[in-house]
């Protein structure tokens, strides 16, 4: 098993900046991609941001220019930049890893922390 500790949720008003971290431990070795995926509330789960170790980097289109993905593999840690935030922003964002591409979600997730962005 692979255990995820999401960190760096919150309350950001609509053009500011949120870190969240995401720390992989367990199983580690069976892990190839990592990322982030978000629900709103009423609305199904979506992509955020993928990155494989290798490099390969996958964005939603509507964080594209706002946020960055990016990993350090000496922590088994990734990290999602969150810059100039809007209100459609608003959900909980879930970590993710797996063994495979950034074309799909890993069989890993994390608990989720809330991120709210006020108009």
């Known amino acids: 098993q692979v255990q995820l500790m999401e960190s760096g949720g919150g309350l950001v008003q609509a053009g500011g900046s949120l870190r969240l971290s995401c720390a992989a431990s367990?199983?580690?070795?069976?892990?190839?991609?990592m990322g982030w995926f978000r629900q709103a509330p009423e609305k199904q789960r979506e992509l955020v941001a993928l990155?494989?170790?290798?490099?390969?980097?996958r964005y939603a289109d509507s964080v594209k220019g706002r946020f960055t993905i990016s990993r350090d593999s000496a922590k088994n840690t990734v990290y999602l930049q969150m810059n100039s935030l809007k209100p459609e922003d608003t959900a909980v964002y879930y970590c993710?890893?797996?063994?495979?591409?950034?074309?799909?979600?890993?069989?890993?997730w994390g608990q989720g922390t809330q991120v709210t962005v006020s108009s």
């Open positions: 990155i494989t170790y290798g490099g390969t980097i």
């Open positions: 367990g199983r580690i070795f069976s892990v190839n991609v």
């Open positions: 993710n890893a797996g063994y495979g591409s950034v074309s799909y979600p890993g069989n890993y």
